[in-house]
């Protein structure tokens, strides 16, 4: 099993800034995408920002400009810097992976999840 630990969650004011980390451990023989999504209450769960292996990423469009992710892959680490929070970025946050295993095909892992919350 795949195991995704997330910190760095937390209260913020409007304009200012949170950096989130996620890690995962476990018997991992290769991890080709990590990123992360969040939920904001009554919203479905929808993706902030990708990262893969090989450096492409991509993010939603209402945090261009402000939200900057970044992987460690010697460390099977992924990190979300988030600037110039706004009220609307609200929500849990969570860390996403698709890994594989020895013997095992690709699959998708989820962290439990950080809030964060942007409110003066």
């Known amino acids: 099993q795949v195991q995704l630990v997330e910190s760095g969650g937390g209260l913020v004011q409007p304009g200012g800034s949170l950096r989130l980390s996620c890690t995962a451990s476990g018997n991992i023989l290769n991890i080709a995408v990590m990123g992360w999504y969040r939920q904001a209450p009554g919203k479905q769960r929808d993706v902030v920002a990708t990262?893969?292996?090989?450096?492409?990423?991509n993010y939603v469009d209402s945090v261009k400009g402000r939200f900057t992710i970044d992987r460690d892959n010697a460390r099977n680490t992924v990190y979300l810097q988030m600037n110039n929070l706004q009220p609307e970025d609200t929500a849990v946050y969570f860390c996403?992976?698709?890994?594989?295993?020895?013997?095992?095909?690709?699959?998708?892992?989820w962290g439990q999840g950080t809030q964060v919350t942007v409110s003066s």
């Open positions: 996403y992976a698709v890994a594989s295993q020895p013997r095992v095909a690709y699959n998708p892992y």
């Open positions: 990262a893969t292996t090989g450096g492409i990423t």
